[in-house]
T-cell receptor, first 113, second 109 residues
């Protein structure tokens, strides 16, 4: 696609429910990052994919968070048993290679009530 | 010490003024450097890459000082539309993106 696409753009969920966020990177981009950003805060690194593998999962806040990437393309970030502190904007970025410019999607705004 | 540090601001600057931000990084082996701009409730967007020789794009000038491990962004003749948060990004020797927390700029008429 022309840009990085994320869905849904907004998600309101009840505490304790599972949610799945999707990122569709720019076609051919091998590197993919997930970040989250709370209101007024900086970017918090979650996980990085190179192809389908995740060399760095160090940013995942807890074992309720998991992510996968299939076919070197679409990635999903799953949050199980959501908590109110999970409320944030979840941003995905992709790049054609490591070390080059990253393009962001417009994010998924998650609200846990 | 954070790997990438920025003054959070906010910088309140009158329209037409020149404003400069610095960003320091701790890893001397860092490879690439960028400035991103983020508007309120929007995703970050690339403003410019930062090259060792320095680079200019219109009213914006970016410079890298490897010896002192900082990058700078200079905005001349600031416009109201320049109001945003400016994020410094460093790519380290492991190709990991390290983000600064951002500097908030408010341009006042």
């Amino acid at each position: 696609g022309a840009g990085v696409s994320q869905s849904p753009s907004n998600k309101v969920t009840e505490k304790g429910k599972d949610v799945e966020l999707r990122c569709d990177p720019i076609s051919g981009h091998t590197a993919l990052y997930w970040y989250r950003q709370s209101l007024g805060q900086g970017l918090e690194f979650l996980i990085y994919f190179q192809g389908n593998s995740a060399p760095d999962k160090s940013g995942l806040p807890s074992d309720r968070f998991s992510a996968e990437r299939t076919g070197g393309s679409v990635s999903t970030l799953t949050i199980q048993r959501t908590q109110q502190e999970d409320s944030a904007v979840y941003l995905c970025a992709s790049s054609s290679s490591t070390g080059l410019v990253y393009t962001f999607g417009s994010g998924t705004r998650l609200t846990v009530v | 010490r954070k790997e990438v540090e920025q003054d959070p601001g906010p910088f309140n600057v009158p329209e037409g003024a020149t404003v400069a931000f610095n960003c320091t990084y701790s890893n001397s082996a860092s490879q690439s450097f960028f400035w991103y701009r983020q508007d309120c409730r929007k995703e970050p967007k690339l403003l410019m890459s930062v090259y060792s020789s320095g680079n200019e794009d219109g009213r914006f000038t970016a410079q890298l000082n490897r010896a002192s491990q900082y990058i700078s962004l200079l905005i001349r003749d600031s416009k109201l539309s320049d109001s945003a948060t400016y994020l410094c990004v460093v790519i380290d020797s492991n190709y990991q993106l390290i983000w600064g927390a951002g500097t908030k700029l408010i341009i006042k008429p």
